[in-house]
């Protein structure tokens, strides 16, 4: 005779048609009855009018009738209260992280994923900026330029050329940096800047999943990646093929943009993806008479950090000067210079590299060459 706990096991081979999971894993499978040939199962669905629920019942029927000595199969459905279709959600992104693809990237390397609520914050100087200080120790930074729509890091990396490919796979463009240097792949390298690109949903989705899956991020320490503002289908796409990636949310002191930014952050960790830390961009700045302007306001970036129990990374002062290709700063050889500093020894250091493990190692050689 069938058991509850075989019918379960037997359900756990039905993948929910638009999400590609068990339905047993989704937590949709509800109450189970075994009377004899006769089993009954609950299904809890996401909406009221689910197109695929005749569909999910076929294929419960068509699977449950397989097992020996079962004749009668009855599927009735229900609808989940809210607090269920968030865990329904968020295990859908586990399952997707646990099965993302292979790519490229080495596994030392830190995966940055620069954020935003909002556009006009500044987010992608930041992502160019933050590449260059890395580069600049001496580091390879591998640059993926992911807001499709809004592609700038060509221009503002100073990168010119035309991608190729090698072994099937596409070659980011290098810029070196003394010792170190920057490999980008951007929209604005196999597009003109001033062209609109009128690509939607399932098109922008595979784009982004080319540069990452289609492209050659090997010999990389870092990986930095600018993302459109938001929380749409670019920042999903992201999430699901590199679940090791972490955020930074980038957002000016106002308080308007740093409650659009805890929505960035809000989406990071419902995706089972790790928040970093906050930068405040166009901080308060001091003039050489000693006035100091605030023309954003003061402090949003640290209660945003506060509130989302991570570190204020870095408060950047506004400067023109960051934005423009080439030019020297002072911002930027001061805050973004300990920006990557505190990255690379705290933040996001590259894997394994200030482990418990490695620690212990040091202090073993240092031991052993005092003695």
Avoid at 150 to 177: D, H, Q
Wanted: proline content about 5%.
């Amino acid at each position: 005779m069938n058991t509850e706990a075989a019918v379960r096991e037997c359900l756990a081979g039905v993948l929910d048609p638009e999400l590609g999971a068990s339905i047993v894993d989704l937590g949709m499978v509800g109450a189970v009855r075994v009377d004899g040939p006769r089993v009954e199962v609950e299904v809890a669905l996401t909406t009221v009018g689910c197109p695929l629920r005749a569909q999910i019942e076929r294929d419960v029927v068509g699977a449950l009738r397989g097992l020996e000595g079962v004749s009668d199969v009855a599927v009735t459905t229900s609808v989940m209260d809210a607090t269920a279709k968030r865990e329904l959600l968020s295990r859908a992104r586990l399952l997707a992280r646990e099965s993302a693809p292979t790519t490229t990237i080495p596994a030392h390397a830190p995966i940055l994923m620069i954020a935003s609520g909002k556009g006009g914050v500044g987010k992608s100087v930041v992502a160019a900026r933050v590449a260059s200080a890395l580069a600049a120790r001496g580091l390879t930074v591998g640059v993926l330029d992911a807001d499709i729509w809004g592609f700038s890091l060509a221009r503002l990396l100073g990168i010119e050329g035309e991608v190729t490919a090698r072994n099937g796979r596409m070659i980011p463009l290098e810029k070196r940096l003394g010792e170190g240097a920057i490999r980008l792949l951007s929209m604005g390298l196999l597009a003109d800047e001033d062209q609109a690109l009128l690509w939607r949903g399932l098109v922008v989705q595979k784009a982004v999943a080319q540069f990452i899956e289609d492209a050659d991020w090997s010999g990389c320490d870092y990986v930095v990646i600018d993302t459109p503002p938001g929380t749409g289908d670019i920042a999903m796409t992201l999430a699901r093929l590199l679940p090791r990636m972490g955020q930074i949310v980038v957002t000016t002191p106002d308080p308007g943009a740093t409650r659009v930014a805890a929505r960035a952050a809000d989406f990071a960790r419902k995706s089972h993806v790790r928040v970093l830390g906050v930068i405040e961009n166009m901080s308060a700045v001091t003039a050489p008479d000693g006035t100091r302007y605030a023309p954003f306001g003061e402090g949003g970036g640290r209660d945003l950090a506060e509130n989302l129990a991570v570190p204020l990374l870095a408060q950047i002062p506004l400067d023109g000067a960051l934005a423009r290709v080439g030019e020297d700063s002072v911002v930027a050889r001061t805050v973004f210079d300990e920006l990557a500093e505190r990255l690379i020894s705290d933040v996001a250091p590259p894997l394994g590299a200030r482990g418990c493990s490695a620690r212990l190692l040091e202090t073993l050689e240092a031991a052993t060459r005092e003695s």
